[in-house]
């Protein structure tokens, strides 16, 4: 199965293509929010360095968020249009999915952080285990004072902290760990592993069904109402 | 910070004090303007943009939300803030994506998004003073002369 993965979630964007689980190429750049011109381009670097036509693409990957407006609209637009012409499944990973990918077979709780400014933290959280990441936490918004609590709450033990923030994050959280400078971006080449692994759970698309998932505050807040009240 | 108190007599006196004052601007900076209907704001803007070396019409961008002006000594984005509430409204405008400190952003009727605000953003506040009078205050964190 051959993938080209696409991230333009936050000011870093990558594309990447890999077959069957293995990474073939990988171009990434953080260079500040150019993706409109630059994305397209990266994906053409990646399919060529892959020896990869378009037309041989199984899956277009994007991250569809939570991340900046801006850039997951023009990574889903360039997803859809390219799946759209070819025919091809998509494959809408979270941003949250994707930045823990590569602690899949670390057996370790994973918190996943993203800005949602003003010292707040769009999160969630998984479990790896066995090679499988088990989401723990639901998508939401929390204050970064909260961060602990709803670690606890989630059962998360001595965490490692991934995401653009992960390194302001940690210190709210009793036993976190900052994963490092690598994990606090996406990384394309892990939206291809984490499109594969929704492929094999059937959980893949059509561009035309393919949807940014923004995450608004006014979503996440609600879902924190829905989560406190299963508490109780 | 400092405050810097104008009265301006007219229209144009308010254009150019936006012209003089367009020179303390780096790229990155955030103004938030606070005034009502009428007040000048987009005449400030228009003044500044001009300081800029920018020789187009200037208009608020009440329904675009956002008119970007680039090529001149800074690239920078107008918004108009009287349509916005809430923060997913401002986020779906693509705003925050415009703070990455490349370009200079001005924003009318910030009286509406109290949130976006950082405490170091320069602050513009037009006040009308009897007929053509106009009141301005600046908050800026630097000394300028102008």
Same mark, same amino acid.
């Given at each position: 199965m051959i993938i080209l993965g696409v991230d333009s979630s936050s000011a870093a964007g990558s594309a990447a293509v890999s077959r069957d689980g293995e990474l073939l190429y990988e171009a990434f750049a953080n260079e500040g929010l150019t993706h409109s011109q630059t994305l397209l381009v !990266?994906?053409?670097?990646?399919? !060529?360095?892959?020896?990869? !036509?378009? *037309?041989?693409?199984?899956?277009?990957?994007?991250? *569809?968020?939570?991340g900046s407006f801006t850039g997951l609209r023009i990574g889903m637009g360039l997803v859809k249009g390219m799946a759209f012409a070819t025919g091809a499944k998509c494959?809408?990973?979270?941003?949250? &999915?994707?930045l823990a990918e590569p602690l899949r077979h670390s057996g370790r709780d994973i918190l996943t952080v993203l800005d949602a400014r003003q010292k707040r933290a769009y999160c969630s959280a998984y479990r790896s285990?066995? #090679?499988?990441?088990?989401?723990?936490?639901?998508?939401?918004? +929390?204050?970064?004072?909260e961060l602990n609590e709803a670690a606890g709450r989630a059962? &998360?033990?001595?965490?490692?902290?991934?995401?653009?923030?992960s390194m302001e994050a940690v210190s709210y959280v009793d036993e976190a760990e900052y994963a490092g400078d690598d994990l606090r971006y996406?990384?394309?080449?892990?939206?291809?592993?984490?499109?594969?692994?929704?492929?094999?759970?059937?959980?893949?698309?059509?561009?035309?069904?393919?949807?940014?998932?923004?995450?608004?505050?006014?979503?996440?807040?609600?879902?924190r109402i829905h989560s406190d009240r299963e508490e109780k | 910070m400092y405050t810097y108190r104008f009265t301006t007599a007219s229209q144009r006196e308010t254009e150019e004090l936006g012209e003089r004052f367009s020179a303390y601007l780096d790229p990155g900076t955030v103004v938030a303007m606070? #005034?009502?209907?009428?007040?000048?704001?987009?005449?400030?803007?228009?003044?500044?943009?001009?300081?800029?070396?920018?020789?187009?019409?200037?208009?608020?961008?009440?329904?675009?939300i956002v008119n970007e002006y680039r090529g001149g000594r800074l690239d920078l984005?107008?918004?108009?803030?009287?349509?916005?509430?809430?923060?997913?409204? +401002?986020?779906?405008?693509g705003f925050y994506d415009y703070l990455d400190g490349t370009m200079t952003v001005f924003m009318e009727w910030s009286e509406n998004v109290p949130?976006?605000? /950082?405490?170091?953003?320069?602050?513009?506040?037009?006040?009308? #003073?009897? #007929? /053509?009078?106009?009141?301005?205050?600046? /908050?800026?964190?630097?000394?300028?002369?102008?």
């Open positions: !990266r994906c053409d670097e990646a399919l !060529r360095a892959g020896g990869v !036509r378009p *037309s041989d693409v199984d899956v277009f990957a994007v991250t *569809s968020g939570p494959a809408g990973v979270s941003t949250f &999915l994707a285990l066995d #090679g499988e990441l088990y989401k723990v936490m639901d998508e939401c918004v +929390l204050n970064f004072s059962g &998360l033990t001595a965490p490692l902290v991934v995401g653009d923030i996406v990384h394309a080449g892990h939206v291809c592993k984490a499109a594969l692994s929704m492929a094999e759970k059937g959980l893949l698309c059509s561009a035309d069904e393919l949807r940014p998932f923004y995450l608004q505050l006014s979503q996440a807040e609600r879902n | 606070y #005034g009502d209907l009428g007040a000048g704001k987009t005449a400030f803007t228009r003044g500044v943009l001009r300081g800029l070396g920018y020789d187009c019409t200037v208009s608020s961008p009440t329904f675009a984005a107008h918004f108009d803030m009287y349509r916005i509430s809430s923060e997913d409204e +401002l986020y779906g405008t949130f976006a605000v /950082d405490e170091d953003a320069v602050k513009v506040r037009i006040e009308h #003073g009897e #007929g /053509d009078i106009r009141i301005i205050e600046i /908050d800026f964190q630097k000394e300028i002369e102008i």
